[in-house]
């Protein structure tokens, strides 16, 4: 990958509405329980392009702690970008941050793992993890 061509913007609501229209996930289901302009509450929302094409969405949010949201575009997965999307959330973020990752995400628990997030408690569908900053 060629990092000059990595950008990040800034999105408005439509713009996450038009990229988890075409981009499902059982794994990311932050918005099946929330309406999308809930991003006006968070306290870093950001879409990541590759070449001017969206790959990538993450937040954090603040309810009781810090929560990081997280998902790639299934194509551009295994092609290292978590690395730049979780850099760019956690620079811009103050304090712990936690998440949860399904069980069955073995791919996404070890990149957690491997950034430094460490499970805190493991429930029957996912782990709790958390990085201390």
């Known amino acids: 990958m060629d990092r ?5 913007i800034k999105p408005k609501v439509d713009d996450v509405i038009a990229f988890f229209a075409t981009n499902n996930s059982d794994y990311f289901r932050y918005f099946q329980k929330r309406e999308y302009n809930i991003i006006s509450r968070h306290l870093y929302t950001a879409l990541y392009l590759y070449d001017r094409t969206v790959f990538g969405y993450g937040h954090i949010d603040f309810e009781n702690n ?25 620079k811009n973020c103050k304090g712990d941050v936690y998440l949860t990752v399904d069980l ?4 996404a628990y070890n990149i957690y793992k491997k950034f430094g997030f460490k499970v805190v408690d493991k429930q029957d569908r996912y782990y709790l993890m958390v990085y201390k900053q």
């Open 104 to 107: 069955m995400n073995i791919i």
């Open 4 to 8: 000059d061509k990595l950008s990040i």
């Open 66 to 90: 810090n929560w990081l949201g997280v998902f790639i575009k299934e194509e551009f997965r295994g092609k290292n970008l978590s690395n730049y999307l979780l850099n760019d959330l956690l």
